[in-house]
């Protein structure tokens, strides 16, 4: 149980176009989604928490305008990367936690690689 | 402020055992994760310790000292597929995840 699917795994786009991720928790009601952003040799960098129903909260230094986050049911949050440039290149994970206490673990998903043109 | 540290590489033989440590100072603690990642794929959970001490789970093991800040995960019977980064997080007291930048794990033959 407890699986977090996302799609696309991969996908190259032009620079200035917009990319919309999805994540979706198949087997349990998510009401905490992550989304995480993770550059070669780096660890993961929290970008935003969602919860279902509510709008996001973004990390500081991420513009929230550029990266929209919707967590529109407990079973699926999307990350769109509007006006992509190179810079957002990069791997692209959520995660998803059911339950309000933070001990619960995060199940991740697969991941999404993002590369702009 | 808050911060996660462990080693940036480690190498070990195949067969023989590792242990990985971390070190963390964040505001508050409601518990320590460690996940393993493998190259361009996401994290894994492997064990979570909120109390003091040793918790084992088949050929990995995590201990953990509140007093001082300081976990480890013991990977013993190394085998190659055990060649990943090991990550460490710890819960703060907002019940958000600080990361460390994870230990890349180099296994021999």
């Known amino acids: 149980g407890a699986v977090v699917s996302q799609h696309p795994s991969r996908v190259i786009c032009k620079s200035g176009t917009s990319v919309k991720i999805e994540c979706r928790s198949l087997?349990?009601?998510?009401?905490?989604m992550f989304w995480y952003r993770q550059f070669p040799k780096q660890s993961l960098m929290l970008m935003a928490t969602s919860n279902e129903g509510s709008k996001a909260t973004y990390e500081q230094g991420v513009e929230k305008d550029k990266f929209l986050i919707n967590h529109a049911s407990l079973t699926l949050s999307t990350l769109t990367v509007t006006s992509a440039h190179p810079e957002d290149s990069s791997f692209y994970i959520c995660?998803?936690?059911?339950?309000?206490?933070?001990?619960?673990?995060?199940?991740f998903g697969p991941g999404t690689r993002l590369t702009v043109l | 402020g808050q911060n996660i540290d462990q080693p940036t590489e480690m190498t070990a033989t195949e067969g023989a055992i590792v242990q990985i440590n971390c070190t963390y100072q964040?505001?508050?603690?409601?518990?320590l994760f460690w996940y393993q990642q493998h190259a361009g794929e996401a994290p894994t959970f492997l064990s979570y310790n909120v109390l003091d001490g040793l918790e084992e789970k088949g050929r990995f093991s995590s201990f953990l000292s509140r007093s001082k800040g300081y976990s480890y995960l013991l990977l013993k019977e190394l085998q190659m597929k055990d060649s990943a980064s090991y990550l460490c997080?710890?819960?703060?007291?907002?019940?958000?995840?600080?990361w460390g930048a994870g230990t890349k794990l180099i296994i021999k033959p």
């Open positions: 995660s998803a936690r059911y339950g309000d206490r933070g001990d619960n673990e995060q199940f």
């Open positions: 087997d349990f009601q998510a009401t905490t």
């Open positions: 964040t505001s508050g603690f409601n518990g």
């Open positions: 997080a710890v819960s703060d007291s907002n019940y958000q995840l600080i």
